[in-house]
């Protein structure tokens, strides 16, 4: 695999970012400026991922093209994947099958790599019935849709644990179909993947996650339709992606697994996230509405202004742009992500969410030519490694904020929400299932501003004599714990903390 040898170089230090302590100990929102000490905080060092309790994900991208990239994956610290398969790319036409995608795919994987392909019949010329193409013509048992999923979960030949059916039928572009039609496309496809890999798990195709009456009369509809013929057996696992504001995330998956728990069929469903990110310029629409609504009236007119600095526009919008917007600006987006993706992580954790994947390794160009460089404006800047040309990945800085995040959750078994005094005091305990405990805090601020404003101290009881602390940006500290109480200097950005053990 190409890589930068600036790329090897980061990474090493990165790593060891949150495991190099002072003897004095900076407090959490100072960085270490002392030549460092290496402590180990753990009992012992332990394998990444020795059993098959791992959470956290990362989707390859819109477009996968034989990239080479799985080992990117497990510097992450994570082994679970996954990419997007599109019918006109598997049959261009009736009966002639390309599997260049998946064996490209299956090939990199590792023994312990949980793989996930969505499938999609999108786009087929032959396959689909509507100007949109993306519903199937024939939906039945055995039909071209059945024999196109079942020759891709035959070719996978068991190295492939999920398939997921679609991706936000609901509220978008994806599927212009009915409820009713894409309940019979959901068990059709269920039939294709456990008539050739009895094994396999299949993830229904993943609502946008938003609880409005786009997204709930649809999935309602689905769920009828499927428990009127008593279908427990349609699917295994449901899907919500979660954009957009991180507060509501608790109540945008309330909703729906309250509504898998109403039909006796569902409410053993686990829900899964293969996609979800931030931040995203919707998030910013507080500022200045008429800026943000003017903004996007520009791009949809000519995507080429995202290449531009966009001069003009309050920098919460600014910050999307790929033009010279300045290193502090787009230094800042950075942290911001960061914080997301650690905020968006630990809430879906605490409900009840069973696996994530961060959206994406790597966006896509678009696919028209243009004489610009931008990529998309809400998934461009997700992405946590840039590809070149010369076809080498480069990190982002938030490739090191996922890697740090995942080093501590990845084993997670269970995320509670521990209640405090403060509303905007977000408290988490997190049980690991080879690490032990730890918690994790932050305080609710502006995304954009809050990282201005002063720490404040926070108490709270853990049951240890001494903590060791790190703040996601890699400040550390060695903590005392009085009679049991932790006074800790908090901000918004989430800081990690567990027993400290000396390391005599």
Same mark, same amino acid.
């Given at each position: 695999?190409?890589?930068?040898?600036?790329?090897?170089?980061?990474?090493?230090?990165?790593?060891?970012?949150?495991?190099?302590?002072?003897?004095?100990?900076?407090?959490?929102?100072?960085?270490?400026?002392?030549?460092?000490?290496?402590?180990?905080?753990?009992?012992?060092?332990?394998?990444?991922?020795?059993?098959?309790?791992?959470?956290?994900?990362?989707?390859?991208?819109?477009?996968?093209?034989?990239?080479?990239?799985?080992?990117?994956?497990?510097?992450?610290?994570?082994?679970?994947?996954?990419?997007?398969?599109?019918?006109?790319?598997?049959?261009?036409?009736?009966?002639?099958?390309?599997?260049?995608?998946?064996?490209?795919?299956?090939?990199?994987?590792?023994?312990?790599?949980?793989?996930?392909?969505?499938?999609?019949?999108?786009?087929?010329?032959?396959?689909?019935?509507?100007?949109?193409?993306?519903?199937?013509?024939?939906?039945?048992?055995?039909?071209?849709?059945?024999?196109?999923?079942?020759?891709?979960?035959?070719?996978?030949?068991?190295?492939?644990?999920?398939?997921?059916?679609?991706?936000?039928?609901?509220?978008?572009?994806?599927?212009?179909?009915?409820?009713?039609?894409?309940?019979?496309?959901?068990?059709?496809?269920?039939?294709?993947?456990?008539?050739?890999?009895?094994?396999?798990?299949?993830?229904?195709?993943?609502?946008?996650?938003?609880?409005?009456?786009?997204?709930?009369?649809?999935?309602?509809?689905?769920?009828?339709?499927?428990?009127?013929?008593?279908?427990?057996?349609?699917?295994?696992?449901?899907?919500?992606? %979660?954009?957009? +504001? =991180?507060?509501?995330? *608790? #109540?945008?998956? !309330?909703? @729906?697994?309250?509504?898998?728990?109403?039909?006796?069929?569902?409410?053993?469903?686990?829900?899964?996230?293969?996609?979800?990110?931030?931040?995203?310029?919707?998030?910013?629409?507080?500022?200045?509405?008429?800026?943000?609504?003017?903004?996007?009236?520009?791009?949809?007119?000519?995507?080429?202004? %995202?290449?531009? +600095? =966009?001069?003009?526009? *309050? #920098?919460?919008? !600014?910050? @999307?742009?790929?033009?010279?917007?300045?290193?502090?600006?787009?230094?800042?987006?950075?942290?911001?992500?960061?914080?997301?993706?650690?905020?968006?992580?630990?809430?879906?954790?605490?409900?009840?969410?069973?696996?994530?994947?961060?959206?994406?390794?790597?966006?896509?160009?678009?696919?028209?030519?243009?004489?610009?460089?931008?990529?998309?404006?809400?998934?461009?800047?997700?992405?946590?490694?840039?590809?070149?040309?010369?076809?080498?990945?480069?990190?982002?800085?938030?490739?090191?904020?996922?890697?740090?995040?995942?080093?501590?959750?990845?084993?997670?078994?269970?995320?509670?929400?521990?209640?405090?005094?403060?509303?905007?005091?977000?408290?988490?305990?997190?049980?690991?299932?080879?690490?032990?405990?730890?918690?994790?805090?932050?305080?609710?601020?502006?995304?954009?501003?809050?990282?201005?404003?002063?720490?404040?101290?926070?108490?709270?009881?853990?049951?240890?004599?001494?903590?060791?602390?790190?703040?996601?940006?890699?400040?550390?500290?060695?903590?005392?714990?009085?009679?049991?109480?932790?006074?800790?200097?908090?901000?918004?950005?989430?800081?990690?903390?567990?027993?400290?053990?000396?390391?005599?």
């Amino acid at each position: 695999m190409k890589r930068s040898n600036t790329f090897l170089a980061i990474l090493v230090l990165l790593v060891t970012a949150c495991n190099i302590i002072q003897e004095d100990g900076p407090t959490p929102t100072q960085n270490p400026v002392a030549e460092p000490t290496f402590i180990d905080n753990r009992k012992e060092e332990k394998p990444l991922n020795k059993n098959d309790h791992s959470v956290l994900g990362v989707a390859f991208g819109a477009y996968y093209s034989n990239q080479d990239y799985i080992d990117y994956i497990y510097e992450l610290g994570v082994r679970q994947t996954c990419i997007n398969v599109h019918w006109e790319e598997i049959e261009p036409t009736p009966g002639n099958y390309d599997f260049t995608l998946i064996d490209s795919f299956i090939s990199q994987l590792r023994d312990n790599t949980n793989a996930l392909i969505r499938i999609t019949a999108r786009h087929s010329p032959w396959g689909t019935r509507d100007r949109e193409k993306t519903v199937p013509e024939n939906l039945s048992i055995g039909g071209p849709y059945y024999n196109f999923v079942y020759k891709v979960v035959q070719r996978a030949n068991g190295n492939i644990k999920y398939f997921e059916n679609e991706w936000e039928p609901d509220c978008s572009i994806h599927w212009t179909g009915t409820a009713d039609e894409y309940a019979e496309l959901t068990r059709t496809f269920y039939q294709a993947v456990k008539a050739a890999d009895p094994e396999a798990i299949v993830i229904m195709g993943g609502t946008v996650g938003i609880a409005k009456e786009c997204a709930t009369s649809f999935f309602t509809d689905v769920f009828n339709n499927l428990a009127e013929d008593n279908s427990p057996n349609s699917f295994d696992m449901f899907d919500i992606h %979660l954009y957009g +504001d =991180l507060y509501d995330i *608790p #109540d945008r998956i !309330r909703w @729906f697994r309250n509504a898998l728990d109403s039909y006796p069929e569902f409410n053993s469903k686990s829900i899964v996230v293969t996609e979800y990110g931030g931040p995203s310029p919707n998030e910013f629409i507080y500022v200045d509405e008429a800026a943000y609504r003017s903004l996007f009236s520009k791009i949809r007119k000519d995507p080429c202004i %995202l290449a531009t +600095d =966009l001069e003009g526009f *309050p #920098d919460q919008f !600014r910050m @999307f742009g790929y033009g010279d917007i300045g290193d502090e600006l787009e230094a800042k987006r950075n942290r911001i992500q960061g914080r997301q993706m650690l905020q968006r992580t630990i809430l879906s954790l605490s409900e009840g969410v069973e696996k994530l994947y961060w959206w994406n390794l790597k966006a896509s160009k678009p696919r028209i030519g243009s004489e610009c460089y931008f990529r998309h404006p809400i998934f461009g800047k997700m992405q946590l490694m840039t590809e070149q040309s010369d076809g080498i990945f480069t990190p982002n800085p938030t490739f090191y904020y996922y890697q740090i995040m995942a080093g501590y959750l990845d084993s997670a078994e269970s995320v509670v929400k521990v209640e405090t005094d403060s509303p905007d005091i977000y408290l988490f305990e997190v049980t690991r299932y080879d690490d032990g405990k730890l918690y994790v805090v932050w305080e609710k601020r502006d995304q954009f501003s809050g990282e201005d404003e002063p720490p404040i101290d926070f108490t709270f009881r853990v049951p240890w004599q001494s903590v060791y602390s790190c703040e996601l940006f890699g400040s550390q500290a060695i903590i005392p714990v009085i009679n049991g109480d932790l006074t800790i200097a908090i901000t918004d950005t989430p800081i990690f903390i567990q027993e400290h053990f000396d390391s005599e």
